[in-house]
């Protein structure tokens, strides 16, 4: 063999090697970009609502919420909730736990029986409304009435 066919095969040889690594390269970037891609169905932990995320994006909820996955709605909710009172709330787990609650509390009335639930805020408005009206009636005995008039010129 003379020094230019093994010139040509080393070339040849190292033009094969460069295309095997650049496909190899290629498809593990497709792969990442595939993983990146995929779409799954989840179900917030709060609310029951179901939302279609990449992998990547529900990973990066449960980091923030103690593995816990909320939608959109409840997280604004819940970072309110721990942003304006943070002692109560006890961190972010507290704040979670409490908008949990109001939403279990909602899932099994309104969502079941949205009429009685109805009804229950009517009776909730009327009490309020009742109290109302007994707080001033007693607000008004308090206050100092007067006797006679102000104007002693409408006095004959």
């Known amino acids: 063999m003379n020094i230019k066919d093994e010139r040509k095969l080393r070339k040849a040889f190292s033009d094969v090697s460069l295309e095997i690594k650049r496909n190899i390269r290629e498809k593990e970037e497709q792969e990442q970009e595939g993983e990146e891609l995929e779409v799954k169905k989840v179900k917030c932990d709060c ?19 103690s593995g816990n996955w909320v939608c959109g709605l409840c997280a604004v909710v819940i970072t309110e909730r721990f942003r304006k009172d943070p002692l109560t709330a006890a ?16 899932n099994s009335t309104t969502r079941v029986n949205p009429k009685l639930d109805f009804a229950r ?36």
């Open 47 to 65: 609310c029951g609502i179901e939302e279609e995320c990449t992998v990547q994006y529900i990973d990066k909820v449960r980091n923030l919420y």
């Open 91 to 106: 961190g972010i787990q507290g704040a979670l736990d409490w908008h949990k609650g109001i939403c279990d509390d909602f």
């Open 121 to 156: 805020s009517m009776r909730d408005i009327a009490k309020r409304s009742n109290q109302k009206r007994m707080s001033s009636d007693f607000s008004l005995g308090s206050k100092i009435s007067r006797t006679i008039s102000c104007d002693p010129r409408l006095e004959r």
